[in-house]
């Protein structure tokens, strides 16, 4: 995950927020007209349905997803020591994928350096190849 656990919680609760607004807006765009006092006008209900039923999936995956993230929180009831013990192990966890991470750059810059060197020598190359064939032409 690209950020801590909170902050995806807000984007979560965030995108709910929006998407029920979106979702308010565009039953209010479908819903049936309302008769009045004796007119007759049948209301769509089925399209109002269907609708309905489609953006309320959309909302209770995003609760699923925000339970999900909620599942991952640690434990209100760890004791000192258990959250001691979370904390090491998770610095831990950092060193190594900040060590895994250095070995990585590592490596992509000295490849980084090869393809440098590679196109060096076919620059040089195209260079010495264009310089016969203006030299020839002479």
Do not use: W
Request: glycine share 6%; proline share 4%.
């Amino acid at each position: 995950m690209s950020s801590d656990l909170l902050t995806e919680l807000q984007r979560h609760f965030r995108d709910v927020n929006d998407q029920f607004a979106a979702i308010i807006e565009q039953l209010v765009h479908i819903a049936p007209p309302v008769p009045v006092e004796g007119e007759g006008i049948p209301p769509n209900s089925a399209e109002l349905q269907a609708k309905a039923q489609e953006l309320s999936k959309g909302l209770a995956q995003r609760f699923k997803d925000i339970n999900a993230l909620i599942d991952k929180l640690p434990d209100l009831r760890e004791t000192q020591e258990q959250q001691d013990a979370r904390i090491t192990a998770l610095l831990q966890e950092h060193h190594a994928l900040r060590k895994e991470l250095g070995t990585a750059i590592q490596d992509t810059e000295r490849k980084l350096e090869e393809v440098h060197g590679c196109y060096e020598v076919l620059s040089q190359h195209a260079l010495t190849q264009a310089g016969k064939m203006v030299g020839g032409d002479l």
